[in-house]
């Protein structure tokens, strides 16, 4: 335990403590784990030029010249500065030889490391020279990083002393230190939310191609013959696909700036009708996919062995596919036993300080009052906090017992954890070591969907619900006999499907589609896509939300029942969940972000969480709150009880008939608080029988380790909302479908994400899945170049005309992201 990577270790996790207490209190992160040394020393190449600008941009003022050779030594501050023109050191002092006048700096100056379009062969070489302990110290070592400053600082080492730390560079500590104007945790989780977008974790299974490749996805595989076999090293191990002949594929993921110089496969003869003989290979960069390279194999006259299959490229490609359309003498699957890649890495500079500029931060509407500066400084607090998690990851959730959770203190900080490389791969980790044996028989299911659609068109006629999709699963996976055991749900993700159905009076042979079919009628029983349809299960029911029409927050979501006390089919539910997030199956359940953050046990709050739920409830009992007359709280008289989200009353404080007693003005403080606990617990119980089936099938780790959003996207996916399928539930009240403003809506909609589409939507509708009728109307007045204006009790878009896609793209993304609460019917929002 005394060994120094141990009290390295112990002094990470002390730096841990005390930055979640500062996220909680919202103070400066610790001084250590700011610092920038004040001067770090580089060592010149034979002719060096260096140029030195006035501030970090070749606009500004070039202050002087510099003329380097071997001998040459630059002394720079620590502090780095990296924006759209490249990486950037501040120049302090300058020494041309050994004998020479040193040359100091006494106001900003600053040379250009590189740009990231300065080609590998132009680079300004510096080697950093290893900083000496200064003549008149005791100390025998000295350090000037800031994570080797941390373990310094939190250790508790009696050797300290013999340490001697290079002096910080005050300004630029207390740039990184200081917390902007109003700053809190939520300002953080949204900053993460737009880094970790362009953040690849640390995939250990790329073995030699990792410095090029962030990931490798397969079409399919079969057994343990899986991507992780491409770059293993292994000549004796080997991906098989398993799919239909012509639909393999190996995508590779590269890395920001690379461009290859040689691809290549290994196969070996052994392999005989598994061995390609027409591979394509296709660039994809954004939308645009090109074919790359054709290689056909004759293997009348060729040999097995390595075979290049893409050579000397001059473009980066974000994805790069490798097709297999046919194999020798007419096989199906195929074989390839190794990926071998060399390529060129240009410099990329992460998250420069132009990435904050306000274009990109329309969808993150908290940070837009920020400078670009202000952002850049904390984003590098953040990726420095994430490191020290990463350090430690390893040991706060211990390899050897994944159930027992991980460190408690990481809940205050779960939203921040995307930006965590380490993270993911230890949560695969998590689920594949406790992943367990597929069952020897699959489960084979008689359903009669004719009779589950009866029930769903009239529930009061059944019950008991038992001709339910629901009940016609869960009854028929029950145990049939004492030696027969209950499915654990808790297999690898290579098993697809999980029974066998057979539709009663339906000629269907279940290969696949028959079980995604009865998923689908599952997850649409448990929440209806239908705004209107009667909800066939007691599980799930409406949120208040969806019957709020002043609103567009949350129309579409469903909340567990508190009045269902049918707990062991929750945890069913929940052993559904974990099943969905273990494999690659999905059950849509449209739930709001208050009940995901149970699940995954988030924190929830009032204001921010529960009004996903009840906006309306929690704007009244806030406004109840802060009534600051008498008169005011008068006009709409209250008592001491509250009505729960499916409609039911619950009395707070009674008189001694039993009635609700009458609220009074000094009283209602008191009130409030007592209603928030009340309806923030109303389904607890609920909650936690789902939460106890997820956990049946999922390591309590991997829960601690995910965020709402991942653990709602693993298990109910990310709706695809295409254009194509947008148009079809399109329709045109009194504009053309052919016009201009249309056309420009389609293309800026062509150039929104998933999410953005997604936000589209619900800022129309009040849903963010589809179906939904849209109707799309003229804009008043025929204004020009404004922000669209919307009705979700119509479901209509009041377009106005623009003067180009680009324009209609800006304004209504910015509508979709910061115009969604209202108070009115109508969104109407000037510009």
């Known amino acids: 335990m005394n060994s120094p990577n141990n009290r390295k270790r112990l002094a990470k996790i002390r730096c841990l403590q005390e930055c979640i207490q500062c996220f909680k209190e919202k103070r400066k992160l610790p001084e250590s784990l700011c610092y920038v040394a004040s001067e770090i020393v580089y060592k010149c190449s034979p002719k060096c030029f260096i140029q030195v600008y006035s501030e970090p941009s070749t ?472 705004s209107e349809g009667l909800v066939p299960l007691p599980y799930f029911i409406r949120s208040p939300n969806q019957f709020c029409e002043d609103s567009n927050i949350n129309r579409d979501v469903f909340v567990p029942n508190p009045q269902c006390r049918d707990f062991p089919r929750y945890e069913w539910i929940g052993q559904l969940m974990g099943a969905c997030l273990r494999g690659k199956e999905n059950l849509v359940l449209s739930l709001p972000r208050f009940v995901w953050k149970k699940l995954v046990g988030e924190r929830v709050t009032w204001e921010r969480d529960y009004s996903t739920v009840d906006a309306s409830s929690v704007k009244l009992i806030d406004t109840l709150e802060m009534s600051e007359s008498t008169a005011d709280f008068a006009s709409s008289p209250r008592s001491w009880s509250c009505t729960l989200s499916d409609g039911s009353m619950v009395l707070i404080k009674v008189d001694w008939e039993g009635n609700s007693v009458p609220l009074k003005y000094e009283d209602r403080e008191r009130y409030c608080s007592e209603v928030r606990r009340i309806r923030m617990t109303e389904f607890d119980e609920q909650i936690a029988a789902l939460r106890s089936g997820l956990l049946k099938t999922i390591p309590q780790a991997v829960l601690d380790l995910l965020t709402w959003q991942e653990l709602e996207q693993r298990i109910s996916g990310d709706p695809e909302i295409s254009i194509e399928a947008l148009k079809l539930s399109t329709h045109y009240d009194d504009v053309d479908e052919k016009g201009v403003r249309v056309k420009y809506m389609w293309e800026a909609l062509r150039n929104f994400s998933n999410e953005d589409r997604s936000r589209f939507l619900r800022f129309i509708t009040g849903r963010r899945r589809l179906p939904a009728t849209v109707h799309i109307s003229s804009g008043r007045d025929n204004a020009v170049d404004c922000l669209p204006e919307s009705s979700t009790c119509g479901n209509t878009l009041y377009l106005p005309n623009y003067s180009s896609a680009k324009m209609a793209e800006e304004k209504i993304r910015y509508a979709t992201y910061n115009c969604m609460d209202i108070d009115t019917d109508m969104n109407l929002w000037e510009d």
């Open 59 to 530: 606009e500004s003022k070039r202050i002087r010249d510099l003329n380097a050779s071997s001998d040459s030594l630059v002394y720079v501050s620590g502090e780095e500065m990296c924006n759209a023109g490249g990486k950037w050191l501040k120049v302090v002092k300058f020494k041309s030889t050994a004998g020479a006048e040193d040359i100091v700096f006494d106001t900003d100056a600053w040379f250009l490391l590189y740009s990231t379009k300065t080609p590998t062969e132009d680079l300004l070489s510096l080697q950093e020279v290893s900083p000496s302990v200064p003549k008149d110290s005791p100390c025998k070592v000295v350090i000037n990083k800031w994570m080797d400053v941390v373990c310094h600082h939190f250790s508790l080492d009696l050797r300290k002393k013999n340490v001697y730390v290079t002096p910080p560079d005050i300004c630029a500590v207390s740039r990184l230190q200081t917390v902007p104007v109003n700053w809190s945790i939520e300002h953080d989780e949204a900053l993460v939310r737009l880094m970790s977008k362009y953040v690849s974790p640390d995939n250990g299974q790329l073995g030699a191609i990792k410095n090029y490749v962030d990931a490798i996805e397969v079409s399919s595989f079969i057994g343990d013959y899986g991507a992780s076999c491409l770059t293993d090293g292994d000549p004796e191990t080997f991906w098989e696909s398993d799919g239909t002949a012509g639909r393999h594929w190996i995508k590779l993921k590269m890395k920001k700036g690379t461009i290859i110089k040689k691809l290549q496969i290994c196969l070996d003869s052994s392999d005989d009708n598994y061995l390609p003989s027409k591979i394509v290979v296709k660039g994809v960069d954004l939308s645009n996919g090109k074919i790359l390279n054709v290689v056909n194999i004759d293997w009348e006259t060729e040999e097995a062995g390595t075979h290049t299959i893409l050579s000397n490229m001059t473009e980066h490609y974000q994805w790069v596919t490798i097709k297999i359309k046919d194999c020798k003498a007419g096989g199906i699957d195929t074989r390839i036993r190794e990926l071998k890649l060399v390529s060129t890495e240009e410099r990329t500079l992460g998250f420069y300080r132009d990435f904050f500029r306000s274009e990109n931060l329309v969808r993150f509407p908290i940070l837009e009052t920020y400078s670009n500066e202000e952002l850049y400084h904390r984003s590098q607090v953040l990726q420095r906090f994430m490191e020290i998690v990463d350090c430690v990851l390893l040991y706060i959730v211990p390899a050897w017992e994944f159930s027992i959770g991980s460190y408690s203190s990481l809940e205050f900080v779960r939203q921040l954890l995307p930006l965590s490389k380490k993270r993911l791969t230890l949560i695969e980790t998590c689920l594949k070591e406790t992943a367990l044996k597929w069952p020897p028989d699959m489960p084979k299911l008689f359903i009669n969907r004719r009779t589950a659609m009866e029930h769903r068109c009239d529930p009061a006629a059944d019950p008991e619900y038992k001709n339910s999709i629901f009940m016609q699963i869960y009854e028929g996976l029950k145990p049939r006999d004492r030696m027969s055991k209950p499915l654990n749900y808790r297999w690898s993700s290579r098993y697809e499907q999980w029974w066998e159905c057979k539709f009663v009076s339906e000629g269907v042979i279940d290969q696949g589609g028959g079980f995604r079919d009865s998923m689908s009628d599952l997850s649409e029983e448990l929440c209806p896509s239908s």
